[in-house]
């Protein structure tokens, strides 16, 4: 290239050559616009890679336009299959700028990229298997006798008394359950004995008035026995309120607290064993984070043990508020019914409001409901 442009600027300064120096310098006007020409003429497929069909050409054109001053040693041609690896990349001092940037190839990276759900749910595992082992480390340690453990000795002495109350209640209501049972069947069998004597009484005429004594006594004892029915199963069904739900819920509670107990201490532990150890580069971090988690688990258990003693002062409330009514009217039922005070223990019912299922009356049709 450098030779033929010596050979040009020999023939420019020549007079005898004149049509020679005319074409000569059309070669050198067009050698110095054809970079512009040949870079706007590059084929590019969709997917950014130049094309193969008018590579050559290009090159080939490209060598012929460099300016004099610039040698081969200042220019890199890369193209697919050429000499590199990347595709359709240009690079040149002369060609720098938009036409490469066009001619680049690869995958676009975009700056906020979005937030993988596998990977969320991967940490979220991975935080709760964390949490799981520190747990069940605590507990073990806890059960031989090698960790301690934090201590409310007035909160729990009141969880302790709770669940033996909730047992011994439980113990009452399988009692007054299988009473009512077992009353159920005894009135049963008087009102069918009142049939009997009331039928005997029609048919035996000797024995009319003897009979006719025994139904009216039976029917009688069944309509009582009914009544005091009717009571026990209203009692029965307060304190299997105040068992299984009332109490129960304060029970879940205490777990609640218990778990964050347990996570309270074995993250102390934790961090404990972290002070002891030495302070560098490397622990530093740790001790902080463990400091962050210990923090966060110690309001969980305060909030959780405040929880648990509001939940406990106000079941004790209501349940010497339940216990008093239901235990009044167990007693003054039982008195009546054994006593035979027919109107006491119809007076007792009232004072509770229980209504009573009138028997052979079925249950209203839901059209009378309406």
């Given at each position: ?23 000569s310098s059309e070669e050198s006007t067009m050698a110095q616009e ?43 041609i890369t193209s697919h299959g050429f000499d590199s690896t990347k ?72 969880i302790d008394i709770l669940r033996d109350n909730k047992k011994k ?202």
């Amino acid at each position: 290239m450098s030779d033929c442009s010596n050979d040009t600027s020999t023939l420019g300064t020549s007079k005898p050559a004149t049509e020679e120096v005319k074409s000569s310098s059309e070669e050198s006007t067009m050698a110095q616009e054809s970079p512009k020409n040949s870079a706007a003429e590059i084929p590019v497929t969709s997917n950014g890679e130049v094309d193969d069909s008018h590579e050559h050409g290009f090159n080939r054109d490209l060598k012929r336009s460099l300016p004099a001053g610039l040698g081969l040693s200042e220019t890199q041609i890369t193209s697919h299959g050429f000499d590199s690896t990347k595709e359709g990349v240009i690079e040149a001092g002369s060609f720098q700028g938009s036409q490469r940037t066009q001619t680049k190839s690869g995958p676009v990276i975009l700056a906020d990229e979005t937030k993988n759900p596998a990977m969320e749910k991967l940490e979220l595992v991975r935080k709760w298997s964390l949490n799981t082992y520190k747990c069940t480390r605590q507990i073990i340690s806890e059960k031989l006798g090698r960790g301690s453990r934090t201590v409310d000795l007035e909160l729990e002495a009141q969880i302790d008394i709770l669940r033996d109350n909730k047992k011994k209640y439980e113990n009452i209501l399988k009692l007054a359950q299988t009473l009512s049972t077992q009353l159920f069947q005894m009135v049963h069998t008087q009102r069918q004995l009142g049939d009997a004597f009331a039928d005997l009484s029609l048919k035996s005429l000797e024995l009319h008035e003897e009979f006719g004594y025994n139904a009216d006594t039976q029917k009688l004892l069944a309509k009582n026995g009914e009544t005091l029915l009717g009571a026990i199963n209203f009692f029965i069904a307060s304190v299997n309120t105040l068992v299984n739900k009332t109490i129960e819920d304060t029970l879940m509670t205490v777990k609640q607290y218990e778990s964050a107990r347990i996570e309270y201490d074995a993250y102390r532990t934790d961090l404990e064993e972290l002070n002891l150890g030495p302070r560098d580069a490397n622990t530093l971090p740790k001790i902080e984070q463990s400091q962050h988690l210990f923090q966060a688990h110690k309001e969980k258990y305060d909030k959780m043990r405040n929880d648990v003693s509001i939940k406990l002062k106000f079941l004790e409330e209501n349940k010497v508020k339940v216990l008093h009514n239901q235990l009044v009217l167990f007693h003054n039922a039982i008195a009546a019914y054994f006593a035979g005070n027919q109107k006491q223990l119809e007076q007792t019912l009232k004072q509770f409001h229980i209504k009573l299922k009138t028997p052979g009356v079925d249950a209203p049709s839901w059209l009378e409901e309406q």
